[in-house]
């Protein structure tokens, strides 16, 4: 028989929902989206570097979530398919986080309330802008609620107290060193009072929207570059704006192989940057 | 139909698992955004402008390719500064021949579909994986091309794995074939072919690859009368794109105009150019 034994007040469906879908996030590892100077970081606490946390939407928006991998990386997907889509039909500069931000604020709430069982995930979509007060930093949770977030953004199992440490110690202007080591001392507070971790750079997942590049502005910070930005006493307080010159995927900046500014083929390129492209 | 309560959600296409190829996508979901699925009308020719001569030539650590500046319908010059020579990605250009504004959709698919690749995988596609996936877009336009719209690319590329340039040719069917040391296609080629055979040499340093280039369309331009020479008065100059191991960049106009004064002084007196 497959007759309803009782009788579940919709209050109550909803609340065992969203406490279902909390308990799932709450279980992984947290992340902390934050702006600084020139553009937003992204610090994960991530030992994968495959299975990504964050990642490029399209060429000032990127996407940051907690939760259950499949499910998030499908979302994933579907927004870098609805940025391409829409930039290839209309034009790269027509393609916003706040549209992309609805689109998934409307799936999540349709999964929330239609599905058997909701998404277990917390995401950001963030958009760099000309200058800080033009970023944007959207917030959307399990149940399809936007928030507007100014400045910072923690998510995941000790999201709520790293925002509360977040509320006290961000500073609006603060240099990429200086808000990437903000991150990461939070991110390795044990939310139930236990002794302090010191996260490695290779336990974490880290990357920049860079508001100083042309066209693609994300990049992903690794190598002596991220162990020197996270160094104190190191002089090195921001991401070149330039990529490497070791031949290939140019998505991550290891800061070990510099190239001079002059020679960095994506801005010599003026002509051709308005030609056909999606 | 009403909008339901879903109205607004992402449609299920966008959230299906497997596809990295942005073309597979929209062909699924938008399929009248694919150029090669629109319905055309039966019968009637008619004219459309017409991009004319590509050339490519390898050189020591990689490959430049050179486009005309020119766009004829019929007998009239449609546009005179137009650019057929495009970057497709960070390691690859392609230039154009055929029915401009198909091939210019295409080309604009094709940047798509190789960023899009990136950005789902995390890695660049294969030079070859590359060359491939623009084959079947000009497969998939063979109904045009019947009807006459037909598009003629050219893909010059660094491969990664192999340290090396190298250049595809296409035919209206889709054939990819992989050119060694130089090729060029469209009106102008046959010309174009003559000189890159008498001037082309192996392992020539940069400049001189792009030297040989520019005098190869030089050629096209002085013989077949849709393919446009340099033009000094109004200092429209053919566009020139180097791809290395540093990526494709594309020759600034104060460089070219050297490199296209010196073709035109060695022409002075001497019609047939260098050889």
Same mark, same amino acid.
């Given at each position: 028989?497959?007759?309803?034994?009782?009788?579940?007040?919709?209050?109550?469906?909803?609340?065992?929902?969203?406490?279902?879908?909390?308990?799932?996030?709450?279980?992984?590892?947290?992340?902390?989206?934050?702006?600084?100077?020139?553009?937003?970081?992204?610090?994960?606490?991530?030992?994968?570097?495959?299975?990504?946390?964050?990642?490029?939407?399209?060429?000032?928006?990127?996407? #940051?979530?907690?939760?259950?991998?499949?499910?998030?990386?499908?979302?994933?997907?579907?927004?870098?398919?609805? @940025?391409?889509?829409?930039?290839?039909?209309?034009?790269?500069?027509?393609?916003?986080?706040?549209?992309? #931000?609805?689109?998934?604020?409307?799936?999540?709430?349709?999964?929330?309330?239609?599905?058997?069982?909701?998404?277990?995930?917390?995401?950001?979509?963030?958009?760099?802008?000309?200058?800080?007060?033009?970023?944007?930093?959207?917030?959307?949770?399990?149940?399809? !609620?936007?928030?507007?977030?100014?400045?910072?953004?923690?998510?995941?199992?000790?999201?709520?107290?790293?925002? !509360?440490?977040?509320?006290?110690?961000?500073?609006?202007?603060? !240099?990429?060193?200086? @808000?990437?080591?903000?991150?990461?001392?939070?991110?390795?507070?044990?939310? #139930?009072?236990?002794?302090?971790?010191?996260?490695?750079?290779?336990?974490?997942?880290? #990357?920049?929207?860079?508001?100083?590049?042309?066209?693609?502005?994300?990049?992903?910070?690794?190598?002596?570059?991220?162990?020197?930005?996270?160094?104190?006493?190191?002089?090195?307080?921001?991401?070149?704006?330039?990529?490497?010159?070791?031949?290939?995927?140019?998505?991550?900046?290891?800061?070990?192989?510099?190239?001079?500014?002059?020679?960095?083929?994506?801005?010599?390129?003026?002509?051709?940057?308005?030609?056909?492209?999606? | 139909?009403?909008?339901?309560?879903?109205?607004?959600?992402?449609?299920?296409?966008?959230?299906?698992?497997?596809?990295?190829?942005?073309?597979?996508?929209?062909?699924?979901?938008?399929?009248?955004?694919?150029?090669?699925?629109?319905?055309? /009308?039966?019968?009637?020719?008619?004219?459309?402008?017409?991009?004319?001569?590509?050339?490519?030539?390898?050189?020591?650590?990689?490959?430049?390719?050179?486009?005309?500046?020119?766009?004829?319908?019929?007998?009239?010059?449609?546009?005179?500064?137009?650019?057929?020579?495009?970057?497709?990605?960070?390691?690859?250009?392609?230039?154009?021949?055929?029915?401009?504004?198909?091939?210019?959709?295409?080309?604009?698919?094709?940047?798509?579909?190789?960023?899009?690749?990136?950005?789902?995988?995390?890695?660049?596609?294969?030079?070859?994986?590359?060359?491939?996936?623009?084959?079947?877009?000009?497969?998939?336009?063979?109904?045009?091309?019947?009807?006459?719209?037909?598009?003629?690319?050219?893909?010059?590329?660094?491969?990664?794995?192999?340290?090396?340039?190298?250049?595809?040719?296409?035919?209206?069917?889709?054939?990819?074939?992989?050119?060694?040391?130089?090729?060029?296609?469209?009106?102008?080629?046959?010309?174009?072919?003559?000189?890159?055979?008498?001037?082309?040499?192996?392992?020539?340093?940069?400049?001189?690859?792009?030297?040989?280039?520019?005098?190869?369309?030089?050629?096209?331009?002085?013989?077949?009368?849709?393919?446009?020479?340099?033009?000094?008065?109004?200092?429209?100059?053919?566009?020139?794109?180097?791809?290395?191991?540093?990526?494709?960049?594309?020759?600034?106009?104060?460089?070219?105009?050297?490199?296209?004064?010196?073709?035109?002084?060695?022409?002075?007196?001497? /019609?047939?150019?260098?050889?």
């Amino acid at each position: 028989m497959t007759s309803m034994p009782f009788y579940v007040s919709p209050e109550q469906l909803m609340k065992d929902r969203a406490d279902f879908a909390r308990k799932g996030i709450a279980r992984g590892r947290s992340v902390v989206v934050l702006g600084y100077d020139r553009g937003i970081a992204f610090v994960a606490e991530n030992p994968s570097r495959a299975l990504h946390k964050v990642s490029e939407i399209y060429d000032r928006i990127a996407f #940051a979530a907690v939760g259950k991998y499949n499910e998030f990386e499908n979302l994933r997907v579907a927004g870098v398919r609805y @940025a391409d889509l829409r930039g290839y039909s209309y034009d790269r500069i027509d393609v916003t986080a706040r549209g992309l #931000a609805n689109a998934y604020a409307q799936t999540l709430g349709a999964v929330f309330t239609q599905e058997s069982k909701p998404y277990e995930v917390e995401i950001v979509v963030a958009e760099v802008g000309a200058g800080p007060d033009d970023d944007q930093i959207y917030r959307l949770t399990y149940d399809g !609620s936007v928030a507007d977030e100014h400045g910072f953004v923690a998510m995941g199992g000790a999201g709520e107290q790293i925002e !509360s440490a977040l509320k006290e110690r961000w500073r609006p202007g603060m !240099s990429l060193a200086d @808000a990437l080591s903000l991150a990461v001392e939070l991110l390795g507070k044990d939310p #139930a009072g236990g002794a302090n971790r010191s996260l490695t750079p290779t336990q974490l997942e880290v #990357a920049v929207l860079d508001r100083e590049r042309p066209r693609r502005t994300f990049r992903r910070l690794g190598g002596t570059l991220l162990t020197a930005l996270l160094n104190s006493e190191d002089p090195t307080r921001d991401a070149p704006t330039v990529d490497e010159t070791a031949p290939g995927h140019h998505d991550t900046l290891t800061g070990e192989t510099p190239r001079d500014a002059a020679t960095n083929p994506q801005t010599q390129n003026p002509r051709t940057d308005e030609g056909p492209r999606g | 139909m009403s909008l339901g309560h879903d109205a607004g959600r992402l449609p299920a296409a966008y959230l299906s698992a497997g596809s990295s190829s942005f073309t597979d996508f929209i062909g699924a979901h938008a399929p009248h955004l694919l150029p090669s699925r629109r319905p055309l /009308p039966a019968g009637g020719a008619f004219e459309a402008p017409h991009g004319t001569t590509i050339v490519s030539a390898t050189f020591a650590g990689g490959v430049v390719m050179a486009g005309d500046r020119r766009a004829t319908m019929g007998n009239i010059i449609a546009n005179r500064d137009m650019e057929k020579v495009f970057a497709a990605d960070e390691y690859s250009a392609v230039g154009i021949a055929g029915t401009a504004g198909i091939a210019i959709e295409l080309v604009k698919l094709f940047q798509v579909e190789l960023e899009h690749y990136e950005k789902i995988e995390g890695a660049l596609l294969s030079l070859e994986g590359k060359a491939n996936r623009l084959a079947s877009m000009i497969r998939a336009n063979l109904g045009m091309a019947m009807q006459g719209l037909s598009v003629v690319p050219l893909f010059a590329g660094y491969d990664l794995d192999r340290s090396q340039g190298r250049i595809f040719s296409y035919d209206v069917t889709g054939g990819c074939y992989e050119e060694r040391d130089h090729h060029s296609v469209g009106s102008g080629s046959l010309f174009a072919r003559g000189a890159l055979k008498k001037l082309w040499r192996p392992s020539l340093p940069v400049e001189q690859a792009v030297s040989v280039a520019v005098e190869a369309i030089y050629d096209a331009a002085d013989d077949d009368s849709a393919t446009g020479g340099p033009d000094v008065g109004r200092r429209i100059w053919p566009s020139v794109a180097v791809v290395d191991d540093a990526g494709v960049r594309f020759l600034p106009d104060d460089e070219l105009r050297a490199v296209v004064e010196q073709v035109i002084d060695g022409r002075q007196g001497n /019609p047939g150019g260098a050889r």
